[in-house]
């Protein structure tokens, strides 16, 4: 069983910058891919960005790319997102996910149903 907690979220004015964290425990980090995804309210949760097991491979929705950077650091069982260049459209509740199916897999996915764990999400807040 793979728990996640996020954390780093909060308010910033737009063109501003925040890093969110999620912490894994319970499972081997350096085996399976993860992403982040957002919400918005009234709307689904969306893929934002995606990063394989070994760091190696990327993925960044279009509305993120050349703004957000997704890594992971293996020896600290976490993952993180750089946001950059803040907008009020990207204000939402920001989630990590696990796909942990199968293990060592270069190909990073952006469908939420592709990621069997949650963590509980982090809000940001882009104010203007």
């Known amino acids: 069983q793979v728990q996640l907690v996020e954390s780093g979220g909060g308010l910033v004015q737009v063109g501003g910058s925040l890093r969110l964290s999620c912490a894994a425990s319970?499972?081997?980090?350096?085996?399976?891919?993860m992403g982040w995804f957002r919400q918005a309210p009234g709307k689904e949760r969306e893929f934002v960005a995606a990063?394989?097991?070994?760091?190696?491979?990327?993925y960044y929705a279009d509305s993120v790319k050349g703004r957000f950077t997704i890594s992971r650091d293996n020896a600290k069982n976490t993952v993180y997102l750089q946001m950059n260049s803040l907008k009020p459209e990207d204000t939402a509740v920001y989630y990590c996910?696990?796909?942990?199916?199968?293990?060592?897999?270069?190909?990073?996915?952006?469908?939420?149903?592709?990621?069997?764990?949650w963590g509980q999400g982090t809000q940001v807040t882009v104010s203007s």
């Open positions: 996910g696990a796909d942990t199916a199968p293990y060592y897999s270069s190909y990073v996915k952006s469908v939420k149903s592709a990621y069997n764990y």
């Open positions: 990063i394989s097991w070994s760091g190696d491979n990327a």
């Open positions: 319970g499972g081997t980090f350096n085996r399976y891919n």
